[in-house]
């Protein structure tokens, strides 16, 4: 099946995606676009099968510290299975997918340059997870000059019942909006950032290999895991021009050959005069 960089993708066997003309202005107009199919089931059940296994191995300070019933009095699935922060660090896999070279040739089309990635995630989403309330990228990276774009790779069926991504379309051409407090019944996160006048939150439903790329101004976010036995896995890294000179400090860049690029600290308190602790995207 062809998807929306013009390729089948696959494991190496076909040509490095390149983004059809209709999927680039897709992005310039909506700040947005699906790739459909990019990565194959085995590559997906791989990433599956390392974050399992790293899960299984337990805590590693400053990148997955999961609590127990116990030491936190409730039963917040969140912290039996807490985002990984930065796992490409501390695993190969995540390293690998984080700089494959199908995203590396799409993000260079998308911002037209090299790019750097700045960050990698996995969020497990268990049956009964909070989202996180809508909210912008760049707020948190802080990129200067620019923006960030989030490469979001799909690892089980996401729609709406389990929590999957809402974009809010144009939201990509605005400034950084200051948030709001979140409704922490909903959202893990604090901030919250209300649609603007006349825009509407879109639903984006993805098959597990399904790549979402978006702009760093985006406006998106998620709802609740409503379901009863249904995660919702995603592998998520956040990229940045070359040409950027500043990024926030708990974001370390490297070249996508795995090379530490360091880039200098953002200037200031952020956009808004201060910021919250750094929840992070997503």
């Known amino acids: 099946m062809t998807d929306a960089t013009g390729t089948t993708g696959g494991t190496g066997t076909t040509a490095p995606p390149i983004l059809t003309d209709a999927a680039l202005r897709r992005f310039t107009d909506e700040g947005y676009v699906v790739a459909r199919g990019l990565f194959d089931p085995a590559e997906i059940e791989e990433l599956r099968g390392a974050f399992t296994a790293l899960r299984e191995a337990g805590r590693i300070p400053g990148h997955f510290e999961p609590r127990t019933t116990e030491s936190t009095g409730d039963t917040d699935p969140l912290h039996a299975y807490p985002r990984v922060m930065h796992p490409h660090e501390v695993n190969e896999v995540a390293l690998r997918y984080l700089t494959d070279p199908r995203l590396a040739r799409a993000l260079r089309l998308l911002m037209g340059e090299e790019v750097l990635a700045a960050q990698s ?87 597990p290999g399904d790549v979402l790329f978006f702009n760093g101004s985006l406006v998106h976010g998620s709802q609740p895991n409503q379901t009863t036995d249904r995660f919702r896995r995603s592998f998520i890294g956040h990229y940045v021009g070359r040409s950027a000179t500043r990024i926030g400090s708990f974001y370390r860049t490297i070249s996508m050959r795995g090379e530490r690029v360091p880039l200098a600290e953002s200037v200031g308190a952020g956009p808004c005069g201060t910021e919250f602790p750094p929840a992070g995207p997503h």
């Open 121 to 207: 995630m996995f969020y497990f989403k268990p049956p009964g997870a909070r989202g996180q309330a809508l909210h912008q990228d760049n707020f948190y990276l802080r990129v200067e000059p620019g923006t960030c774009v989030a490469a979001w790779v799909a690892c089980d069926v996401i729609d709406r019942a389990n929590g999957g991504l809402e974009v809010v379309p144009g939201t990509h051409r605005m400034e950084l909006f200051c948030p709001e407090e979140a409704d922490a019944s909903v959202s893990f996160a604090r901030e919250y950032v209300p649609p603007p006048p006349g825009l509407t939150p879109v639903a984006v439903d993805m098959d």
